[in-house]
């Protein structure tokens, strides 16, 4: 048990936590979310069954994908939301690094991880980074990373601009509005390796559809999909 310093314990007096999920206070063991949100988090168990589930279904025929998985379903307007609004929208890139921990030590359990070479998140465009002041997806990744050891990459696509928030589009809308975002950089960094691609969530899986023919225009590209969210349409 990671034992929990002096200095750890004080800064949680002087400045105490709180659970993104329920706003209650956190423990000093705690991170993000308490443990009751944590237990409660409506978690999708893609990872049990990657290569047939509701989320991997969304790219059959469409492309070739070997597995797919995201921790929780995300609903809008949820207590469960807030993980992704403070996110992205609120200065917390610490609850990507945090969750994407968390995922990794609940799918490596599962043997997602194996066989993948290096995990590539989905980039931001320049100005919308430079507003943010970090990716969310990298935030993710790093957290991944961190407890797998799978390096990163980022400099093997690029967005090339950014296009209006996918939040209201419908299907057909989000895919036109995504077309030809993404273009591959540097093929080198990705040719003959298994790719994780990684997002903060997916809804209609427009946007992992336009970065994955990207990555897939390299040379012997395997594809995996993970997401911290998984939006149901139905």
Known sequence: MKKISFIHRLLD???PRFCVVCHQRLSVSEQVLCAACNLHLPRTDFCQHPLDNILARLFWGIIP?????ALFYYEAGSQTANIL???KYHDHPEIGNVMGRIIAREFSDAGFFEGIDVIVPVPLSRSRQF???YNQSLELARGISSITG???THHAIRRMRFNKTQTQLGHAERQENVDGVFQLKDATLIEG???????DVITTGAT????ARELLKANNVKLSLLSLGYAKTV
Request: aromatic share 8%; glycine share 4%; net charge neutral.
């Open 150 to 152: 799978i390096p990163i």
């Open 208 to 211: 992992m559809t336009s970065c």
């Open 85 to 87: 609004y403070d996110l």
């Open 65 to 69: 994908v070997e597995r797919a998985a």
């Open 193 to 199: 390796r298994h790719v994780l691609l990684v997002d």
């Open 131 to 133: 507003w943010r002041g």
């Open 13 to 15: 007096v002087v400045a």
